[in-house]
């Protein structure tokens, strides 16, 4: 065993063990057997793996949400620190202003790093299936079994297909092949294209209708704008060489992800945005109150006094007559 095959063996055991579970689960529903061995099984296998871990990873989101939200809320404070420090590039002066935003970020109890804590959490997950995927080939896992994985469910799902399409295999090495692999070439492209779009929409849909005008403007949209069109790439330049049972899994979570997000945008949109003013017309159209609107104190809508009150006991002064 080799020495990544060490590092991810808990993912590993964890992923083959989970796939091997589901597929014995949808085997149970099916009188086919050639249904059961098929690359269908093994892919509705790999969505039910995503499903389990995104439900795993909600706690994770939900924090991701609010450390987004308030590093939306804290805008205008950055914008002012940078404006304060503005062309001090001298050692001293950056270290101050890391010091302050550090502080502002501790006062808003607000992390960067959790806006990206769900991406990564999945990152092992992603590996270990890729890992094991790219191993199944190999005669000694063939005989001996891979994680959790007995000998016959490695050679069943290295042997699986989708449309011809083995789930080992992967586009650059079938366009490289003599002759070219079209079936696999075709197959991965449309899966990696629907992969970059489901990415692209996600975050285009984050900042078109969930960000504030202020988290619009300065290094926040900046960065924004830069996830909007590197994650695209990033997908296009690794999909290539992913097997096409890793490129099944990722395509689900970004459906996964674009998903849940449209729900939390719908239905709890951040302060100040667009998609906030789209929900109070909603519930404007329903007769309901707006969100996020703070009620008049009772005293301002009472109409204030205009004369002096007079007590109980008080009689009104008579008026002195003109002697005649």
């Given at each position: 065993?080799?020495f990544?095959d060490?590092?991810?063996?808990p993912?590993?055991w964890a992923?083959?063990?989970?796939?091997?579970?589901?597929h014995?689960l949808?085997?149970?529903?099916?009188?086919?057997a050639e249904?059961?061995?098929?690359?269908?099984?093994?892919?509705?296998?790999?969505?039910?793996?995503?499903?389990?871990?995104?439900v795993?990873?909600?706690?994770?989101?939900?924090?991701?949400?609010?450390?987004?939200?308030?590093?939306?809320?804290?805008?205008?404070?950055?914008?002012?620190?940078?404006?304060?420090?503005?062309g001090k590039?001298d050692?001293?002066?950056?270290?101050?202003?890391?010091q302050?935003?550090?502080?502002?970020?501790r006062?808003h109890?607000?992390?960067?790093?959790?806006?990206?804590?769900?991406?990564?959490?999945?990152?092992?997950?992603f590996?270990?299936?890729?890992?094991?995927?790219?191993r199944?080939?190999?005669?000694?896992?063939?005989?001996?079994?891979?994680g959790?994985l007995?000998?016959?469910?490695?050679?069943?799902?290295?042997?699986s297909?989708?449309?011809g399409?083995?789930?080992?295999?992967?586009?650059?090495?079938?366009?490289?092949a003599?002759?070219?692999?079209?079936?696999?070439?075709l197959l991965?492209?449309?899966?990696?294209?629907?992969?970059?779009?489901?990415?692209f929409?996600t975050?285009?849909?984050?900042?078109?209708?969930?960000?504030s005008e202020?988290?619009?403007?300065?290094?926040?949209?900046?960065?924004?704008?830069i996830m909007?069109?590197?994650?695209?790439?990033?997908?296009?330049i690794?999909?290539?060489?992913?097997?096409?049972?890793?490129l099944?899994y990722?395509?689900?979570?970004?459906f996964?992800?674009?998903g849940q997000?449209?729900w939390?945008?719908?239905?709890?949109?951040t302060p100040?945005?667009?998609?906030?003013?789209?929900?109070n017309?909603?519930?404007?159209?329903?007769g309901l109150?707006?969100?996020?609107?703070?009620p008049?104190?009772?005293?301002?809508q009472?109409?204030?006094?205009?004369?002096k009150?007079?007590?109980?006991?008080?009689q009104?002064?008579?008026?002195?007559?003109?002697?005649s």
């Amino acid at each position: 065993m080799g020495f990544f095959d060490t590092l991810l063996m808990p993912f590993t055991w964890a992923v083959s063990w989970l796939l091997s579970k589901f597929h014995q689960l949808l085997t149970l529903f099916s009188d086919d057997a050639e249904w059961a061995a098929s690359g269908w099984n093994w892919a509705l296998s790999i969505v039910m793996l995503v499903i389990v871990i995104r439900v795993i990873l909600i706690p994770l989101f939900v924090r991701q949400i609010k450390s987004q939200r308030g590093m939306q809320i804290i805008q205008p404070e950055i914008q002012k620190l940078q404006a304060k420090y503005k062309g001090k590039k001298d050692p001293v002066s950056r270290q101050a202003m890391a010091q302050e935003q550090q502080a502002l970020f501790r006062k808003h109890k607000v992390n960067p790093f959790m806006t990206c804590l769900p991406l990564l959490a999945q990152m092992p997950v992603f590996i270990a299936l890729f890992w094991m995927l790219n191993r199944m080939r190999q005669e000694q896992y063939r005989t001996d079994g891979y994680g959790a994985l007995s000998p016959a469910e490695v050679q069943s799902f290295d042997a699986s297909s989708i449309f011809g399409v083995g789930t080992s295999d992967s586009f650059l090495p079938s366009f490289q092949a003599d002759p070219t692999r079209w079936d696999v070439v075709l197959l991965t492209s449309l899966m990696i294209i629907t992969m970059v779009l489901t990415q692209f929409f996600t975050q285009k849909q984050l900042m078109s209708k969930n960000m504030s005008e202020s988290a619009l403007q300065g290094q926040f949209a900046q960065t924004q704008k830069i996830m909007l069109y590197m994650l695209p790439l990033v997908f296009v330049i690794g999909g290539v060489n992913f097997p096409v049972g890793v490129l099944i899994y990722w395509t689900a979570t970004n459906f996964w992800t674009m998903g849940q997000q449209w729900w939390v945008i719908r239905n709890n949109p951040t302060p100040g945005s667009q998609a906030e003013k789209e929900l109070n017309l909603r519930r404007a159209a329903k007769g309901l109150t707006p969100i996020n609107e703070k009620p008049q104190a009772a005293e301002e809508q009472r109409e204030k006094p205009t004369g002096k009150h007079l007590g109980q006991g008080a009689q009104p002064s008579k008026k002195k007559r003109k002697k005649s």
